[in-house]
């Protein structure tokens, strides 16, 4: 149980471009997804938390406007890096957990997002 | 801020070899501690450890938490080429921090056969 569906799992895309990144809970229905970035070698740096129906809540420095975050059902959130630059290439993993907060979080398999 | 300290960053050992991980923090509202292994996707959870001094085994991968001294580790015994991945601990506190988890460094562990 606790699968977490991530897609795409790489994209290449021009300057420019924007992307969006799903992340689906298969077997249980998250309240609250969060979204990460990390760099080769580094731990999984918090970019924001997603809760259902509402806004997302972006940590200090991640541009909201950059990195637009939409969990419109308890199974989906998307993430879309808008007018992507090379800087955002990166490693993005998403996570989600079931009800309350002393849950686990449960991965995806992340996006590898590659920006020419 | 909430830290979280992992050590060793990088570990080699050999096949049947004994491994053990450290995890200190500091973190205000502490809930719980997690343990995850990375392998070349997301992580993957492995333990969660909220009380002191009960042990989390599963297999040869064991994990104890002590509140008071603010540190955990992970024990992996009889170690196999397959457990090389990078361990993450991380924290899950709450007030402001609620339902976040805050991440360590993490500990690359390279088995040789």
């Known amino acids: 149980g606790a699968v977490v569906s991530q897609h795409p799992s790489w994209v290449i895309c021009k300057s420019g471009t924007s992307v969006k990144i799903e992340c689906r809970s298969l077997?249980?229905?998250?309240?609250?997804m969060f979204w990460y970035r990390q760099f080769p070698k580094q731990s999984l740096m918090l970019m924001a938390t997603?809760?259902?129906?509402?806004?997302?809540?972006?940590e200090q420095g991640v541009e909201k406007d950059k990195f637009l975050i939409n969990h419109a059902s308890l199974t989906l959130s998307t993430l879309t890096v808008t007018s992507a630059h090379p800087e955002d290439s990166s490693f993005y993993i998403c996570?989600?957990?079931?009800?309350?907060?002393?849950?686990?979080?449960?991965f995806g398999d992340g996006t590898r997002l590659s920006i020419l | 801020e909430d830290k979280v300290v992992q050590s060793p960053l990088s570990l080699v050992v050999h096949e049947g070899d004994t491994v053990t991980l450290n995890c200190s923090y500091e973190?205000?509202?502490?809930?719980?501690l997690l343990w995850y292994k990375q392998e070349k996707k997301a992580p993957t959870f492995l333990f969660m450890l909220t009380s002191s001094g009960i042990e989390k085994k599963s297999g040869r991968l064991s994990s104890i938490l002590d509140k008071k001294e603010l540190f955990s580790i992970l024990n992996i015994t009889a170690t196999q080429t397959g457990d090389s991945a990078i361990y993450l601990c991380a924290t899950n506190a709450g007030g402001t921090s609620y339902g976040k988890l805050t991440f360590g460094q993490g500990t690359i562990l390279t088995v040789h056969p």
């Open positions: 996570s989600a957990r079931a009800g309350q907060v002393n849950q686990p979080q449960h």
């Open positions: 973190v205000t509202n502490f809930r719980s």
């Open positions: 077997d249980f229905q998250a309240t609250t």
């Open positions: 997603s809760n259902e129906g509402s806004k997302a809540t972006y």
